[in-house]
């Protein structure tokens, strides 16, 4: 678990030269954010977000990861 309380820091080896499809969902599996990353570290804000536990998923072509 990583815990947020306003700004996530993403830093991943997804390449950069295809874009990766970015998910939070909630436990109820709801998508409460998604964006595409283009770069290898990307900040996102999630100050908006009620306090709970979410699921954050990243996708490419090649590759999946999920994470609570």
Request: net charge positive; charged share 20%.
């Amino acid at each position: 678990p990583n815990p947020v309380s306003s700004l996530l820091n993403i830093r991943t080896d997804f390449s950069v030269f295809e874009p990766c499809d970015l998910k939070i969902c909630n436990l109820a599996g709801i998508v409460v954010y998604k964006m595409q990353l283009h770069e290898w570290i990307t900040q996102i804000n999630l100050s908006d977000l009620p306090g709970g536990i979410y699921i954050l998923m990243m996708a490419d072509r090649q590759r999946k990861i999920v994470k609570i």
